[in-house]
């Protein structure tokens, strides 16, 4: 082996330590990192390492198309790691966006029903028992006490529709 290839299989792997030790737990101070990128980029790192230098890895003794076979298999399983961390990641944001649909729909609902009732007449109150007139007062002090909150929840252009109902 010529000095020009072992001065570059020691650059080479003094990039590769440098690398490495940006990753959370390569060096077994803490734990390994679970972000898949950081996993990938490790598995990526050493496998063009061992491919660039693997005949001379071998001469060393060092088993370099065994690691090249086993970072194939890790990357494997990295790889659906992530594509499951993504498709979790996809489920959690349509869940939380039908989430706030939802509960906007309820603000809407709840924000009319409250309109309505005060427009009731005394004719219209007439109708209820006077126990069933407490609890609907009851009902409407609730709404009225935490509709601003509930409205300033929701996003401007959902508030303003609703203002838009007066």
Do not use: V
Not at 106 to 128: F, G, N, Q
Request: aromatic letters at 8%; one cysteine or more; proline letters at 4%.
């Amino acid at each position: 082996m010529s000095d020009l290839s072992d001065a570059e299989f020691d650059r080479d792997r003094a990039a590769l330590d440098a690398a490495l030790e940006k990753i959370p737990g390569w060096d077994g101070t803490a734990t390994w990192t679970d972000d898949p990128d950081d996993q990938r980029a490790a598995s990526d790192l050493i496998a063009q390492f061992f491919t660039k230098h693997r005949l001379q890895l071998e001469a060393e003794g060092i088993p370099a198309s065994g690691f090249l076979r086993e970072f194939a298999t890790k990357r494997k399983m990295i790889d659906a790691n992530r594509l499951a961390a993504d498709a979790i990641m996809e489920c959690l944001l349509h869940t939380g966006a039908d989430l706030a649909e939802a509960r906007a729909r309820l603000i809407k609902h709840e924000y009319r029903m409250l309109k309505h009732w005060e427009k009731w007449t005394s004719a219209d109150w007439a109708k209820l028992s006077p126990d069933k007139q407490a609890e609907l007062r009851e009902i409407i002090k609730r709404f009225r006490d935490e509709m601003p909150e509930l409205l300033a929840s929701l996003p401007i252009e959902k508030r303003r529709e609703l203002e838009e109902l007066d």
